[in-house]
């Protein structure tokens, strides 16, 4: 995951072991902003991808999970290796992280599948009001339909 996305940006993402903050350089973090740019992407994914990201606390199985790279079950897989190492080596609170997870689960899923909807509509199409969202009302109120375009 990490070698794909790091041929994705053309970068090269830092490996870190332990506790300890990966340093990721200014010119990696400005290739993947022009990047992110570059995608175009809509309101409606640039919250997915931001769900995702918060609730997987990595842009790296985000964009992965976003780009099919790998499937929801593998993201979420790779997520929780630290914490099932954690929970194989102390006490695990069963009934919470199971809640967790499924609450995690369903929430990514939800974004996955949005993002998949979204994927081909342009930022000007997904900035028309909701109110307007149906061809008749946009009819009625003067507005051609972006998605008949």
């Not at 994705?8 to 903050?21: D, L, M, N, S």
């Not at 902003?33 to 995608?39: E, G, P, T």
Request: glycine residues 2%.
């Amino acid at each position: 995951v990490c070698d794909w996305f790091d041929a994705y940006f053309q970068v090269k993402t830092p490996r870190v072991e332990g506790i300890a903050a990966a340093k990721v350089s200014d010119i990696t973090k400005d290739k993947i902003r022009a990047k992110l740019k570059a995608m175009n992407m809509n309101k409606y994914q640039v919250v997915c991808l931001y769900v995702i990201a918060q609730y997987t606390a990595s842009l790296v199985l985000s964009m992965a999970l976003v780009q099919g790279q790998i499937d929801i079950d593998t993201a979420l897989q790779i997520n929780r290796l630290e914490e099932y190492h954690t929970v194989d080596t102390t006490v695990a609170i069963d009934g919470y992280h199971d809640v967790r997870d499924a609450d995690t689960s369903i929430k990514i899923a939800a974004c996955v599948v949005c993002w998949e909807m979204m994927k081909d509509v342009t930022p000007a199409q997904a900035n028309t009001p909701l109110h307007l969202t149906t061809p008749k009302r946009m009819a009625k109120a003067g507005i051609s339909d972006p998605l008949s375009q």
